[in-house]
C-alpha cells in the first residue's frame, strides 16, 4: 500500500514562506501524477496544485503564482513551495497520487489512494 510522509508545515507569520514536501513509498513514483491538497477547519478538502510525471502543473485559482509544485523522482518526493503566507491559508496540507493519461495529463479530482496524515500550515501574526 502506497505511504505517505507529508512534513515541512509549521507555525508561520503573514508573509513567510514555506516548503512542503511529501515522500512516497511503494510505488513506482515516476509513473504518477503528484498533487496536494488541503483542508481547513471545517471546509471540505480542495485541490492546490498537481504535477505530472512529465513536469506538466495544474493550480487552484487561489494560488495566484504564491504556490510552487515541483517533484524528484529519484527521491519519490513532490515538494509545495508557498510564498508571502496568508491566514487563509491555515490548513492541512495532504499529498496524494493520481491517475494520468500519458505523461501530461492527469484527473485530481480522484486519488488513487487514501489519505495520508497531512502537516499542519498555520498562519497568524
Known amino acids: 500500500q502506497v505511504q505517505f510522509v507529508e512534513s515541512g508545515g509549521d507555525s508561520v507569520e503573514p508573509g513567510g514562506s514555506l516548503r512542503l514536501s511529501c515522500a512516497a513509498s511503494e510505488i513506482i513514483f515516476s509513473l504518477w501524477a503528484m498533487g496536494w491538497y488541503r483542508q481547513a477547519p471545517g471546509k471540505q478538502r480542495e485541490l492546490v496544485a498537481g504535477?505530472?510525471?512529465?513536469?506538466?502543473?495544474n493550480y487552484a485559482d487561489f494560488t495566484k503564482g504564491r504556490f510552487t509544485i515541483s517533484r524528484d523522482d529519484a527521491k519519490s518526493t513532490v515538494y509545495l513551495q508557498i510564498n508571502n503566507l496568508k491566514p487563509e491559508d491555515t490548513a492541512v496540507y495532504y499529498c496524494?497520487?493520481?491517475?494520468?493519461?500519458?505523461?501530461?495529463?492527469?484527473?485530481?479530482?480522484?486519488?488513487?489512494?487514501?489519505w495520508g496524515q497531512g502537516t499542519q500550515v498555520s498562519v497568524s501574526s
Open positions: 504535477i505530472t510525471s512529465g513536469g506538466r502543473t
Open positions: 496524494n497520487v493520481f491517475a494520468q493519461v500519458g505523461a501530461y495529463y492527469a484527473n485530481y479530482s480522484r486519488p488513487v489512494t487514501s
